[in-house]
């Protein structure tokens, strides 16, 4: 049986959905707006967060954008889901890799595949 999700349009999640879909457009504005937006309600700070390291990765900006991911993993208030977990193991690779940074840059993208294969145990 095939899941699927259905977000409601003028959600935080369909908006965010959105300033993904422009980043990887290579379109920073939608992000900024959403991350202005959430920075006054404080709702989930890892949207916000995870947004504005998206938006130092394209600015090419990858020790800045890895310094904030690697502050989303250590925070101890609010503990990652395993979903936002993958995503900023995936970002935190890209960092790495692209300031050639090989070695921590195979060590998450080897743990995103543990993830997935304990992910793919549980469902």
Known sequence: E????????NST???YLDAL?????????IAQDLI???SQ????SFFEANLQSKVLILQKN???????????LQDDETPLNKIELYTVLGDLEVCCRESEDYKNAYRYASEKVELVEQLLKEY
């Not at 990858?62 to 989303?72: D, M």
């Open 2 to 9: 095939e899941k699927t999700l259905s977000v409601k349009s």
């Open 13 to 15: 999640v369909s908006r």
């Open 21 to 29: 879909d422009a980043l990887d457009n290579g379109d920073a504005t």
């Open 36 to 38: 202005e937006q959430l």
């Open 41 to 44: 309600t404080s709702k989930n």
């Open 62 to 72: 990858y020790k800045q954008a890895q310094k904030a991911l690697l502050q989303l």
